[in-house]
């Protein structure tokens, strides 16, 4: 049993994107999925599907490329871990790589990307940083 989908999650993304595969499959939570979908409104992934299996759901994930065929991530990093768990108020969000990145946070309103939750004044876990 894992402990930790999310970053379970990013790695199965970063290794795909690595050996440069069209799809991955993910293991379903609804923070994945939360988490999949900034990264499809922010335009680092092309997009993803939901798909159940008997009684265990799955989540088919597009990898977007460039027209070189390099993946768009440059860098998926995990902040906050089951061990050490990183937070962050509303005024300690930041922007990160000079607005190039994207930082994902998991607020009392859902999970969000920093901009929206610094927009909305709300601070919460840092989940992690896109690039």
Not at 9 to 24: S, V
Not at 38 to 43: N, P
Not at 62 to 81: A, M, Q, T
């Amino acid at each position: 049993m894992l402990n930790d989908l999310i970053s379970d999650g990013l790695t199965r993304i970063r290794n795909a994107a690595t050996r440069k595969l069209e799809t991955t499959t993910l293991l379903y939570s609804k923070s994945v999925e939360a988490t999949l979908k900034i990264l499809v409104e922010k335009e680092y992934i092309e997009s993803y599907n939901v798909v159940e299996d008997g009684n265990k759901k799955f989540i088919n994930v597009v990898l977007k490329y460039n027209d070189k065929g390099k993946s768009v991530i440059n860098e998926l990093k995990r902040v906050s871990k089951p061990g050490r768990r990183v937070y962050q108020g509303s005024d300690e969000i930041r922007r990160f790589k000079n607005g190039y990145g994207t930082v994902i946070v998991s607020t009392s309103k859902g999970v969000m990307s920093g901009i929206e939750a610094n927009k909305l004044g709300i601070g919460g876990e840092v989940l992690c940083t896109v690039w």
